[in-house]
């Protein structure tokens, strides 16, 4: 969360800048729509924003939205690349978690995680393509859960009751304190 009062300051800089008088009132906006961020992502993003910013005009709030978070086809493109990844690391073989649960509620959408990783080569620009739509679409429904998604040894050994023998998905856009949360709560889930 943003810390208020060095906000204030930043917004004060921003004034001074652009020979603006801040209001209480403009300062409370800005801070409204940019306070899930913490404050070194913000000033970076305002500086930023400084540096390419052509008019005397004071940035809007939108413009130093933008460099924090990435246009919709940026995020789109990322989601994909991360999924290229899963499939390079993981496989057919391998049952995969991402840290963002829209591409995981896609990959279902398009048949789910083996049926992905069985496409042709030559059907990948289209699945791409497909996968991109999809994410700007279901990216407005704000989805929280994400769904472990199920590769072939983990299929199998459910299915003939190896439960012990199921292994851990492999984890993609996790940072390590979010995987050792997971693994955690995944640990303490098996003690009870």
């Known amino acids: 969360m943003l810390d208020k009062i060095k906000f204030a300051k930043l917004m004060l800089g921003l004034g001074e800048i652009y020979d603006k008088q801040i209001?209480?009132?403009?300062?409370?906006i800005y801070?409204?729509?940019?306070?899930?961020?913490d404050y070194p992502a913000v000033e970076q993003?305002?500086?930023?924003?400084?540096?390419?910013?052509?008019?005397?005009?004071?940035?809007?709030p939108a413009e130093i939205f933008e460099?924090?978070?990435?246009?919709?086809?940026?995020?789109?493109?990322?989601?994909?690349?991360q999924v290229k990844e899963a499939?390079?690391?993981?496989?057919?073989y391998q049952?995969?978690?991402?840290?963002?649960p829209i591409i995981s509620n896609i990959i279902m959408e398009l048949g789910g995680w083996m049926e992905l990783c069985c496409s042709q080569k030559d059907e990948m620009p289209f699945i791409e393509k497909r996968f991109k739509d999809l994410y700007r679409?279901?990216?407005?429904?704000?989805?929280?859960?994400p769904i472990k998604l199920v590769g072939f040894i983990e299929s199998k050994n459910y299915a003939r009751g190896y439960l012990d023998k199921i292994p851990e998905p492999i984890k993609i856009g996790f940072?390590?304190?979010?995987?050792?949360?997971?693994t955690a709560k995944s640990m303490a889930q098996e003690a009870e």
């Open 31 to 37: 801070y409204d729509v940019l306070k899930q961020y």
């Open 67 to 81: 460099f924090l978070e990435y246009s919709q086809d940026d995020r789109a493109l990322l989601a994909w690349l």
């Open 137 to 145: 679409l279901m990216e407005k429904r704000e989805i929280k859960t």
């Open 45 to 60: 993003a305002i500086r930023k924003v400084i540096a390419i910013h052509k008019y005397q005009t004071l940035p809007k």
């Open 23 to 28: 209001s209480e009132f403009m300062a409370d």
């Open 175 to 182: 940072d390590n304190k979010q995987i050792e949360y997971q």
């Open 87 to 92: 499939i390079s690391k993981a496989g057919y």
């Open 95 to 100: 049952s995969v978690e991402f840290a963002d």
